[in-house]
């Protein structure tokens, strides 16, 4: 499946914030949205990095409660993997388990155009499974 198909089903929208917000404005972010990545952008359009729960878990680690106080931009990834609408979710899942990472914004025309996380792509990939199955199952038993 491309990633443009993906993405018509699950939808676009991205859940962003600023370099210069808290590290607390990312964790209710990440709360309010239900998500565990946020992109981060000045303009939601072009990607400056991209922000989890990992990586405040990290910071935590390192510095205990204080973190919270510190900018997104200092504990966010700065080195952010993308895919386009025209890739596919095999390929995406291949880099995603590689790279170690979960969360993959997508980029169309330079712009950031939606984001997919790998229980996107796990969740694509067992309909697909089912589906096969259901296939076959009705082939045998038509016989």
Same mark, same amino acid.
């Given at each position: 499946m491309l990633i443009s198909t993906l993405l018509a089903?699950?939808?676009s929208a991205v859940a962003t914030i600023r370099g210069d917000a808290t590290v607390a404005d990312a964790v209710e972010e990440l709360? *309010?949205?239900? %998500? /565990?990545?946020? %992109?981060? !952008? &000045?303009? /939601?359009?072009k990607i400056d990095g991209i922000v989890s729960e990992r990586d405040v878990v990290r910071k935590m680690s390192e510095c205990g409660g204080a973190v919270v106080s510190e900018l %997104?931009?200092?504990?966010?990834?700065? #080195?952010?993997? #993308?895919?386009?609408?025209? &890739?596919d979710t095999e390929t995406l899942m291949r880099t995603m388990t590689e790279r170690r990472i979960r969360h993959v914004p997508v980029v169309?025309? /330079?712009?950031?155009? /939606?984001? %997919? !996380? @790998?229980?996107?792509?796990? =969740? &694509? *990939?067992? +309909?697909?499974? +089912? =589906?096969? *199955?259901?296939?076959? @199952? +009705?082939?045998? #038993?038509? *016989?």
């Open positions: 089903n699950k939808g709360s *309010r949205h239900h %998500v /565990g990545a946020l %992109v981060v !952008s &000045d303009d /939601g359009q %997104v931009s200092s504990i966010m990834s700065s #080195t952010v993997y #993308t895919c386009s609408p025209a &890739d169309d025309g /330079g712009r950031l155009a /939606g984001i %997919v !996380s @790998i229980g996107d792509v796990v =969740k &694509d *990939r067992i +309909e697909e499974l +089912e =589906k096969n *199955r259901t296939e076959l @199952i +009705e082939y045998i #038993t038509a *016989r």
